[in-house]
């Protein structure tokens, strides 16, 4: 008898076949005397065995084994702590995930508008450097190409110098 | 089926701290018992899988694993726990399954005593159907004829 058969014997005896290959291997052992031989040994052992596993009782006193299992939990929980607040959690979760995106873009466009004051000013631009003598303005305006050197005394009023033309950049 | 009772008690215990971390993932869709089986058995299976890497299988386990012996056994003829209380008959049974390799025992185990069909052991096991069909068999077989030693043994006395 071949291995696949034998394996089929003991499907049949465990309820493990389809009810047509469980007829036709009825069928085949009622014919085949080692067949059966086989099928009444495992048969009778499947009997013997069933619901027969060994009463094992634990051997020491329930409250010691009970108090081993609680120890064990407490530390398991003290090494790593649950995340106790579940409802709490998805809307951490929540905040997570659109709260932080929204605050970014927020502080985006608080960024811009603090800059955009300085990007609205007019693109000319004017310094001022005074000193004991004589004070000079200094006027720029990049969008023309001009820049405009002013000079003047302690009075405030212009220093005439024909020369002070020569302070005028003509752009290119 | 660890055939040692303070790794047995380790294991049970560990199961129920399993048990207490995993509570919430207990949908009730079987008994809560079935499921706490499922965890010790588990337990079982990782316990002796962690063992067996640190032994080296010896021929002997090898030739048992693939069924060197069972192979040329005749089959029973006589019933060789016939006329036994049951109380013996668990205790010779339990005899006979210490001599049985770690994996025939396993199967043996799954099959008999937690009520499992090959599908559900295969996958315990991470193995195939015919693994286990050929691990009871050859597992049935030596079982069979430890009990007739037994047997002998005690016709002897």
Same mark, same amino acid.
Request: net charge negative; glycine share 4%.
């Given at each position: 008898? $071949?291995?696949?058969? !034998? #394996?089929?014997? !003991?499907?049949?005896?465990?309820?493990?076949?389809?009810?047509?290959?469980?007829?036709?291997?009825?069928?085949?052992?009622? @014919? $085949?005397?080692?067949? !059966?031989?086989?099928? @009444?040994?495992?048969?009778?052992?499947?009997?013997?065995?069933?619901? $027969?596993?060994? #009463? #094992?009782?634990?051997?020491?006193?329930?409250?010691?084994?009970?108090?081993?299992?609680?120890?064990?939990?407490?530390?398991?929980?003290?090494?790593?702590?649950?995340?106790?607040?579940?409802?709490? #959690?998805?809307?951490?979760?929540?905040?997570?995930?659109?709260?932080?995106?929204?605050?970014?873009?927020?502080?985006? =466009?608080?960024?811009?508008?603090?800059?955009?004051?300085?990007?609205?000013?007019?693109?000319?631009?004017? @310094?001022?450097?005074?000193?004991?003598?004589?004070? =000079?303005?200094?006027?720029?305006?990049?969008?023309?190409?001009? @820049?405009?050197?002013?000079?003047?005394?302690?009075?405030?009023?212009?220093? !005439?110098?024909?020369?002070?033309?020569?302070?005028?950049?003509?752009?290119? | 089926?660890?055939?040692?009772?303070?790794?047995?008690?380790?294991?049970?215990?560990?199961?129920?701290?399993?048990?207490?971390?995993?509570?919430?993932?207990?949908?009730?869709?079987?008994?809560?018992?079935?499921?706490?089986?499922?965890?010790?058995?588990?337990?079982?299976?990782?316990?002796?899988?962690?063992?067996?890497?640190?032994?080296?299988?010896?021929?002997?386990?090898?030739?048992?694993?693939?069924?060197?012996?069972?192979?040329?056994?005749?089959?029973?003829?006589?019933?060789?726990?016939?006329?036994?209380?049951?109380?013996?008959?668990?205790?010779?049974?339990?005899?006979?399954?210490?001599?049985?390799?770690?994996?025939?025992?396993?199967?043996?185990?799954?099959?008999?005593?937690?009520?499992?069909?090959?599908?559900?052991?295969?996958?315990?096991?991470?193995?195939?159907?015919?693994?286990?069909?050929?691990?009871?068999?050859?597992?049935?077989?030596?079982?069979?004829?430890?009990?007739?030693?037994?047997?002998?043994?005690?016709?002897?006395?």
């Amino acid at each position: 008898m $071949n291995m696949e058969l !034998q #394996l089929k014997i !003991q499907a049949w005896l465990d309820n493990e076949l389809s009810p047509k290959e469980a007829a036709e291997l009825a069928a085949l052992v009622s @014919t $085949n005397p080692e067949a !059966q031989s086989l099928a @009444t040994e495992l048969r009778s052992l499947k009997a013997m065995v069933h619901g $027969n596993e060994s #009463l #094992l009782t634990v051997p020491e006193s329930r409250e010691f084994y009970w108090s081993k299992i609680e120890r064990s939990i407490a530390q398991a929980e003290k090494a790593e702590p649950q995340s106790e607040p579940s409802s709490f #959690l998805p809307i951490f979760v929540w905040a997570r995930n659109w709260l932080a995106p929204v605050a970014g873009l927020a502080a985006m =466009v608080a960024v811009l508008f603090v800059i955009a004051p300085v990007s609205s000013e007019p693109e000319y631009s004017e @310094t001022e450097t005074p000193s004991e003598d004589v004070g =000079v303005i200094h006027f720029k305006d990049p969008s023309s190409g001009i @820049t405009v050197i002013w000079f003047y005394d302690q009075a405030g009023n212009p220093i !005439q110098n024909p020369d002070s033309i020569d302070n005028v950049e003509k752009p290119e | 089926m660890l055939r040692n009772e303070d790794e047995a008690l380790d294991v049970s215990q560990e199961a129920w701290v399993k048990g207490w971390q995993r509570l919430k993932q207990f949908q009730g869709q079987s008994e809560f018992a079935t499921w706490m089986t499922r965890i010790v058995i588990n337990l079982c299976l990782d316990h002796l899988r962690k063992k067996k890497r640190q032994q080296v299988e010896s021929l002997e386990e090898l030739d048992e694993e693939w069924g060197g012996a069972e192979r040329r056994m005749p089959y029973l003829t006589v019933n060789p726990t016939e006329g036994l209380e049951r109380h013996e008959l668990r205790k010779r049974i339990d005899q006979a399954l210490t001599h049985l390799s770690e994996s025939h025992r396993k199967v043996l185990v799954l099959y008999e005593f937690e009520e499992m069909d090959y599908k559900e052991i295969a996958k315990m096991m991470d193995c195939s159907i015919g693994t286990v069909m050929s691990r009871l068999f050859y597992a049935r077989r030596r079982l069979a004829a430890l009990l007739m030693s037994l047997k002998k043994e005690r016709d002897s006395e």
